[in-house]
């Protein structure tokens, strides 16, 4: 298992859900993982579970102090970085006012989340190209969602930061690529994929079984996702398999994005 064979590697949101599964698949597959995240204690606890070769430092992603004392740290101890994960984000559901329709829109809430799911990932683009250049084979890997492909009437904030994310990848595809960098950078576009973000929208119990299953109903798959569907996604854009392709999206997402409802079912 040695696809990622000590590749540097950060990831930003690592703590849980998404960023943890990354993490670990790619500890698993021979790479170096830096985790990061603003919940320090969640943080340490999951580096702590995954071993082998990680470490944890904190990362507000939307504070470009932050990156530049992290970058110091990374180039410092480990020359260049080959790969780059940014995935930390936000709906904004549990951590800004709202409400998020674009009739009723509260803007500082507005503001909160373009600053978490975009100014995070051009910043994490923005360092992550330069402490890349020195790699022979480089991939920054930008976690958009399927809700950067399509509306969400009540969802707006957090569907244009997706979408914005999903654009800003093909420019910085195109950018590395014209300045001769060994540098690739794609989107993934989950969908329904079942992580701590959905928590505030499924409840608990069996008020959360129900919604699950509800949510489920309209995938042609008929299945909510697992992080670890996107994780093995990731880890094909990380690795030099993947060498040849840059400025994709990739939709992880039980075939929502395909246009329609798969029937027979």
């Avoid at 985790?35 to 470490?55: A, F, M, R, V």
Wanted: aromatic share 6%; net charge negative; proline share 3%.
């Amino acid at each position: 298992m040695d696809r990622l064979s000590n590749k540097k590697v950060l990831i930003t949101g690592a703590a849980r859900g998404i960023g943890e599964a990354i993490a670990k698949l790619f500890v698993e597959e021979g790479a170096i993982v830096i985790l990061t995240d603003i919940n320090d204690k969640l943080g340490y606890k999951t580096t702590s579970n995954i071993g082998g070769k990680t470490e944890y430092y904190h990362l507000d992603v939307a504070v470009e102090e932050d990156w530049e004392e992290l970058s110091k740290v990374i180039v410092d101890k480990y020359g260049h970085l080959d790969v780059v994960v940014n995935n930390a984000g936000i709906t904004g559901f549990l951590e800004a006012e709202g409400p998020f329709d674009p009739e009723n829109i509260n803007m500082d809430s507005w503001h909160k989340v373009h600053e978490i799911n975009l100014d995070g990932v051009a910043l994490g683009c923005k360092y992550g190209i330069k402490m890349m250049k020195a790699s022979k084979s480089a991939s920054i890997i930008n976690i958009s969602s399927r809700s950067g492909v399509v509306g969400i009437p009540f969802a707006t904030a957090y569907a244009s930061s997706k979408a914005a994310v999903r654009n800003h990848t093909k420019s910085v595809a195109l950018y590395c690529a014209e300045q001769d960098y060994s540098i690739r950078c794609n989107s993934i576009h989950p969908g329904a994929i079942l992580t701590p973000m959905w928590d505030a929208m499924i409840g608990t119990g069996e008020e959360r079984d129900k919604s699950i299953k509800g949510i489920a109903s309209d995938i042609p798959l008929g299945v909510m996702g697992d992080p670890l569907d996107v994780a093995y996604a990731a880890l094909y854009l990380a690795s030099d398999e993947s060498k040849y392709v840059t400025g994709i999206e990739l939709h992880v997402d039980g075939g929502i994005l395909a246009g329609s409802k798969a029937t027979g079912k």
